[in-house]
């Protein structure tokens, strides 16, 4: 069993910055890759964002890509979304998900098995 928390999630202006966090704990390990995703009202969840096991390796959707920054603590056991330059448009609930086959990297959202409970970001226009 893997937990995972998300914060940081919030309202900003159209333009602005924010930096969401997620905590794991229970079955963690280093090998592990993570994602981040979101869910827009009446819309279906997207994916966002993942960051291999060893930080090395990230991949973004075209939406976000020079906007958003995926990173990860492994010493925390925290991953991070820095988003800057935000748009009304990436106002959802933003979760982060694990992937607990080790060592696969396959950025999709069916390789992730444990969820968060998810974030509430706003951006006003």
């Known amino acids: 069993q893997v937990q995972l928390v998300e914060s940081g999630g919030g309202l900003v202006q159209a333009g602005g910055s924010l930096r969401l966090s997620c905590a794991a704990s229970?079955?963690?390990?280093?090998?592990?890759?993570m994602g981040w995703f979101r869910q827009a009202p009446g819309k279906e969840r997207e994916f966002v964002a993942a960051i291999d096991w060893s930080g090395g390796s990230t991949y973004y959707a075209v939406s976000v890509k020079g906007r958003f920054t995926v990173s990860r603590d492994t010493a925390k056991n925290t991953v991070y979304l820095q988003m800057n330059a935000l748009k009304p448009e990436d106002t959802a609930v933003y979760y982060c998900a694990v992937d607990t086959h080790e060592y696969r990297w396959m950025p999709t959202m069916t390789a992730y098995d444990y969820w968060g409970q998810g974030t509430q970001v706003t951006v006003s226009s």
């Open positions: 229970g079955r963690t390990a280093s090998s592990y890759a």
